[in-house]
């Protein structure tokens, strides 16, 4: 590609988004470091239209690094929750401790600091610079990386180390002189809004003219499918233990994992049984056991299908105090911070749990 076009790539983009490309987000205003982060990390794997609400929500109660950083870890994730991926709430939470531990409580202003925090990878950091100090750095995240697929004709998935290294050389080659916090945002909106994954809008795309896809009439062809491998269904089981008062019984994850830091019932992963680990784990005698539906939720590498099984006890159930990773809570009370899936299950369970099918608990 001749130097000509290249800065064209740039202007036509700029002029586009001029008039078409999005200025009422809420990180813009004000655009600091701190929200340009927030934002960055919230939207790695969701959409503009859901992440509005959560950011508003996190920025209003976190509206600071030093206010995140001395929040407690469950406030954060309740805040969090319904978002998904929730490592990167823990990542925001240690980040922002490292921010005031060693920078001050801001965002540093170099590349390579950027870099060394949780959860802050080449094309987060490149957005927070471009974005907030109007920094000359690139961005290649899901968006970036399908219109320049497509512009460029990279027949490689865009995930494999060769197609990816193709894929910064051009967005760093790509890349204006001047108004880079609008040629980032602008870059971004195009693949939000015309080069979409299906039905992409050539016809309006103001690069079209030198997109090799578009010009060979193979924009459906890019970029290329990520070869395929199953993802493997793992089992679970959720025990809903109720005591006398109505209240069930949650447990903290361990940090690391699944749900890591959420609010859960207790969980058995595998071939598990609820007997032995209601006497290993609680002292506690089974009952009974009732199945309810089971609920499917998708990790990024593998399926869960979880089972929920209310539990019956025989005998008292006092064995189970409260303590800080477990937490007895009534349906009606506000939860504490809860995985999408047992946030769903708890919502279910406030329509029949406690209609009289189960009898109550012996105390
Ligand atoms: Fe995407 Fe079509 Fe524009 Fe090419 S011409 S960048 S395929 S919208």
Redesign the pocket.
């Known amino acids: 590609m001749s130097a000509a076009p290249i800065a064209s790539f740039a202007q036509r983009l700029l002029t586009w988004f001029d008039q078409h490309g999005r200025h009422d987000l809420p990180w813009q205003h004000p655009r600091s470091a701190y929200r340009v982060w927030i934002s960055e990390v919230m939207l790695q794997q969701t959409q503009v239209k859901t992440v509005i609400p959560y950011f508003e929500k996190f920025v209003a109660r976190f509206p600071d690094v030093t206010t995140l950083a001395n929040a407690a870890l469950d406030d954060v994730l309740l805040h969090w929750a319904g978002l998904g991926y929730y490592a990167r709430a823990r990542n925001l939470h240690r980040a922002a401790r490292q921010m005031l531990a060693q920078h001050g409580g801001d965002l540093p202003q170099d590349f390579k600091a950027l870099l060394q925090l949780p959860g802050i990878g080449r094309s987060t950091s490149g957005a927070i610079l471009a974005q907030a100090h109007g920094a000359r750095h690139a961005i290649l995240d899901g968006n970036v990386k399908r ?1 320049l697929a ?2 460029a004709a990279i027949g490689e998935w865009p995930g494999h180390p060769r197609a990816s290294l193709q894929l910064w050389e051009i967005s760093e080659r790509l890349l204006p002189s001047q108004r880079l916090a609008d040629y980032t945002q602008a870059i971004m909106d195009l693949g939000a809004s ?2 979409t994954r299906h039905k ?3 016809a309006r ?1 103001p ?2 003219a030198d ?1 090799q ?2 010009i060979a009439q193979r ?1 459906a062809e890019y970029p290329a499918l990520k070869p395929k491998r199953d993802r493997p269904l793992k089992q679970a089981s959720a025990l809903l233990i109720e005591n006398a008062a109505g209240e069930i019984l949650l447990e903290r994850r361990p940090p690391v994992g699944i749900w890591g830091g959420l609010w859960c019932p207790p969980l058995i992963e595998e071939n598990g049984d609820a007997a032995t680990v209601l006497r290993e784990r609680y002292g506690l005698q089974l009952a009974s056991q009732q199945a309810l539906p089971t609920l499917r939720h998708a990790f990024t590498h593998f399926e869960l299908q979880l089972q929920p099984l209310r539990i019956r006890l025989a005998g008292a159930i006092d064995t189970v105090r409260e303590a800080s990773n477990q937490r007895w809570v009534k349906l009606n009370d506000t939860p504490p911070a809860l995985p999408t899936p047992i946030a769903k299950l708890f919502q279910q369970l406030k329509t029949s749990i406690h209609q009289p099918c189960l009898e109550p608990f012996t105390a």
């Open positions: 219109v497509r512009h015309v080069c992409p809008a050539c795309c690069v079209s997109c896809a578009h924009v």
